[in-house]
């Protein structure tokens, strides 16, 4: 009888295992790629800096701030279709 306890419970342990590797293999999925060489030598960023995401077209002006002393960068963030200035930010 004992034995009969033990290969149900092995086999809903069998249950669990399958469905962790499942998860895991889920997982392994979404994760990013790391950077690697090409074959001409330069390096696949591709996956860490997808481009065309972003629905801005930013630019930066850096400029003397006369109030601080010091030079700052702002950067302005534009609609991609109607040209316009959405938002800035003033980095410090």
């Given at each position: 009888?004992?034995?009969?306890?033990t290969?149900?419970?092995?086999?809903?342990?069998?249950?669990?295992?399958?469905?962790?590797?499942?998860e895991?293999?889920?997982?392994?999925?979404?994760?990013?790629?790391?950077?690697?060489?090409?074959?001409?030598g330069?390096?696949?960023?591709?996956?860490?800096?997808k481009?065309?995401?972003?629905?801005?077209?930013i630019?930066?002006?850096?400029?003397?701030?006369?109030?601080?002393?010091?030079?700052?960068?702002?950067?302005?963030y534009?609609?991609?279709?109607?040209?316009?200035?959405?938002?800035?930010?003033?980095?410090?």
């Amino acid at each position: 009888m004992p034995r009969v306890r033990t290969s149900r419970r092995n086999q809903s342990n069998d249950a669990r295992t399958s469905d962790q590797q499942e998860e895991k293999e889920k997982v392994k999925k979404a994760y990013k790629r790391k950077p690697h060489k090409k074959s001409d030598g330069s390096w696949d960023t591709s996956d860490l800096y997808k481009s065309g995401k972003s629905p801005f077209h930013i630019e930066w002006i850096k400029f003397f701030n006369p109030v601080e002393g010091r030079d700052q960068v702002m950067f302005l963030y534009s609609d991609k279709k109607t040209k316009k200035i959405v938002k800035h930010r003033i980095l410090r």
